[in-house]
């Protein structure tokens, strides 16, 4: 079993919808998660980060832990062209040195 | 503010050239650098990572190597490409221990 799996995706959604994207994770020692957004052909840009479990809220984004169900999810309101690019979840374990990433879910926000 | 710089930002190369990608951080001391690598349609790799001048970790064994000679400057190294070396490589820092990590903007390295 991979150690975070991501929806495949792609996903294509018109514009101002609401698009939830998920990841898996196995290990329940990883406390730390991370949402990564990335334009093609550039370095993933940091979205969100949190360590608990529940809700953050950024804007349009919301990032949501389940530690129980290893279980991470972000949600973005009121969807826009701009929003498309690849999403990318992160993981970083206990010891605060390697950072684990899903493969990534493509989105596309048509106008 | 920290910047992290990573150059070339494209780069076409023979098989069995060698092979040198510099990233430096600017604006933090002590950071943990990662070097890590993205196929075309896939997540990310992770290659080398390192805590501190000198200490470098390697993830997966092949024909590349990191180097660390200052605090702020990580250098991914080959003596010998392959075609299989070709992808997107990522230079990213984070504050040690437990944070969240900042990327550059990667080089598009082609092995032909």
């Known amino acids: 079993q991979k150690e975070v799996e991501q929806d495949p995706g792609p996903l294509s959604v018109p514009e101002g919808a609401i698009v939830s994207l998920n990841c898996t994770y196995s290990?329940?020692?990883?406390?730390?998660f991370m949402w990564y957004r990335q334009y093609s052909r550039k370095g993933p840009e940091l979205l969100m980060y949190?360590?608990?479990?529940g809700n953050k809220e950024d804007g349009r984004f919301t990032a949501q832990v389940d530690k129980s169900s290893k279980y991470i999810s972000l949600f973005i309101r009121d969807s826009q062209p701009s929003d498309s690019a690849t999403y990318l979840c992160?993981?970083?374990?206990?010891?605060?040195?390697?950072?684990?990433f899903g493969p990534g879910t493509r989105l596309s926000v048509l106008p | 503010s920290q910047t992290i710089h990573q150059w070339p930002a494209t780069l076409v190369q023979p098989v069995g050239s060698p092979l040198s990608l510099e990233c430096t951080v600017e604006?933090?001391?002590?950071?943990?650098l990662y070097w890590y690598r993205q196929a075309a349609g896939r997540g990310l790799q992770l290659l080398f990572y390192?805590?501190?001048?000198?200490?470098i970790s390697s993830e997966v064994p092949q024909n590349l190597s990191a180097s660390r000679p200052q605090d702020r400057q990580f250098i991914l190294s080959s003596k010998k490409l392959l075609l299989s070396d070709s992808g997107f490589y990522l230079c990213?820092?984070?504050?040690?221990?437990?944070?969240?990590?900042?990327f550059g903007q990667g080089t598009r390295l082609t092995v032909v």
């Open positions: 949190t360590y608990s479990s």
């Open positions: 390192s805590v501190g001048i000198g200490q």
């Open positions: 604006g933090t001391s002590n950071p943990n």
């Open positions: 290990n329940s020692a990883f406390q730390y």
């Open positions: 990213a820092w984070s504050v040690q221990a437990n944070t969240e990590a900042f």
């Open positions: 992160a993981i970083m374990d206990n010891y605060g040195q390697n950072f684990v």
